[in-house]
């Protein structure tokens, strides 16, 4: 199964007040293996970014005038996550988000392009009612190292969150099984069919038989 960790940062929290995206990331797996392949980008919103959003992020204004604009990355971005799962934690957030932006260029919701979508924040609360389930949080509690996470950066949040859905999955693991072993590895042993013995059965193993066959169309 192809899943795809997902994570945005915005200029603000509503989408709603005009607010925009400026970070996309996405992270494959492959049968519960973290892959090298992964989407990521900055993008312009023409817009000023709040000053508390910019604090959680550290991605300024200036940074951004020369990244491209969501338009222009949107073909790219869907094709990476064409098909796949989409695991995002607090998904009504950066579904709400990306809804926006597709909105705004007369294209259909995440919700209709090929992919399903997964909430790992709805898990971790059904795994750990009661108790604080913020990405800082979880990862304390699956033991995920997150020392490097100054600042609330999409690409490091969905490579962490990856490392988070290992741990709140774990046990799976025996679900996922590789098919694809070469007959050495498997260690198949050669039959030879010549050496196969034959035994035929004897005149009191065929009477039974035949009563035995009898009494079924009997029955039915």
């Known amino acids: 199964m192809r899943q795809i960790f997902l994570d945005t940062e915005t200029t603000g929290l509503d989408p709603n007040q005009g607010h925009r995206i400026i970070e996309i990331a996405a ?76 909105g705004k260029i007369n294209l259909e919701k995440l919700e209709g392009q090929s992919v399903s979508i997964f909430d790992t924040l709805k898990l971790a609360k059904e795994i750990r009612p009661g108790q604080r389930n913020n990405l800082d949080a979880l990862c304390k509690a699956y033991d995920v190292d997150n020392t490097s996470r ?52 004897n005149n009191n193993e065929l009477t039974a038989h035949d009563k035995f066959i009898a009494n079924l169309k009997i029955n039915n």
């Open 27 to 102: 992270v494959e797996m492959n049968n519960r293996q973290l892959t090298k392949n992964h989407y990521h980008t900055y993008l312009n919103p023409n817009r000023d970014i709040d000053q508390a959003a910019q604090e959680v992020h550290g991605i300024t204004s200036e940074f951004l005038q020369d990244k491209p604009l969501f338009k222009e990355i949107v073909s790219e971005f869907l094709n990476f996550i064409k098909g796949s799962e989409l695991i995002i934690h607090n998904a009504p957030f950066d579904v709400g988000f990306l809804n926006m932006e597709l």
């Open 150 to 201: 100054a600042f609330h950066g999409a690409l490091l949040d969905a490579q962490l969150l990856g490392d988070v859905y290992l741990g709140m999955t774990r046990g799976q693991e025996a679900f996922s099984i590789d098919f694809v072993q070469s007959s050495e590895s498997l260690n198949l042993v050669d039959i030879n069919q010549d050496s196969l013995v034959v035994i035929n059965p």
